[in-house]
């Protein structure tokens, strides 16, 4: 069975920086793609950022040029590497995996294996 477990959340002032990790198990490959979604409250998750097993990266408009995605394929772990912090980037971000497709995605649907979630909160 997988299992995402993500780490890093908190709580930031803006402007700060906050490094979030997500390590998959329970499968003997990596996955093609992972992503980090959010999703604030009242509000549907959106995607944030996506990386397939060549490294290739896929961002959300709101956190390009802020927000750096990565991977290490032998640790099965990405990043999500987050500076300039905004108060509107507070959210549950949830990591998330494609074993099955080798194509990058934005589509939440398109995942087949989800993290619990770990909080973000920046204040102003």
């Known amino acids: 069975q997988v299992q995402l477990v993500e780490s890093g959340g908190g709580l930031v002032q803006a402007g700060g920086s906050l490094r979030l990790s997500c390590a998959a198990s329970g499968r003997t490959y990596s996955p093609y793609v992972m992503g980090w979604f959010r999703q604030a409250p009242g509000k549907e998750r959106e995607f944030v950022a996506a990386i397939n097993w060549r490294s290739n990266t896929y961002y959300a408009d709101s956190v390009k040029g802020r927000f750096t995605i990565s991977r290490d394929n032998a640790k099965n772990t990405e990043y999500l590497e987050m500076k300039s912090l905004k108060p509107e980037d507070t959210a549950i971000y949830y990591c998330?995996?494609?074993?099955?497709?080798?194509?990058?995605?934005?589509?939440?649907?398109?995942?087949?294996?989800w993290g619990q979630g770990t909080q973000v909160t920046v204040s102003s």
């Open positions: 998330a995996a494609d074993f099955l497709r080798d194509t990058i995605t934005y589509s939440l649907t398109d995942f087949d294996s």
